[in-house]
């Protein structure tokens, strides 16, 4: 990959994670943005190897207060168990309540 093979051994160590029986969720995030989340859009969250990489996207960046935000919520959502998601923001997506982040 692009990035020296990076990509591929953060792959590696999710596939590790996943066989260790703990419990995890994997935030993959876009390109990250230091523009606040008004700035840069909605939050918008999708499964594994669902978001990145088509012209059709509807986001490449996500502000990284929204990633945090992600973040801690997943340590208290019980639908965040065992889970992997991307996330990105659009300025046309709907605004998505956390309760739903998971879901």
């Not at 990250?32 to 918008?44: H, K, M, Q």
């Not at 996207?57 to 959502?77: H, K, N, Q, Y």
């Amino acid at each position: 990959n692009a990035l020296g093979g990076v990509l591929d051994e953060k792959l590696a160590a999710e596939l590790n994670l996943r066989a260790s029986g703990l419990d995890y969720v994997v935030v993959r995030p876009g390109g990250l943005s230091n523009e606040p989340e008004a700035a840069v859009g909605n939050l918008i969250v999708r499964g594994e190897d669902t978001t990145f990489g088509l012209e059709t996207d509807p986001g490449r960046e996500i502000s990284r207060d929204t990633v945090a935000a992600v973040c801690v919520e997943a340590l208290f959502s019980d639908k965040a168990s065992k889970r992997v998601v991307e996330i990105v923001a659009s300025p046309t997506a709907p605004a998505l309540p956390p309760a739903e982040w998971f879901a």
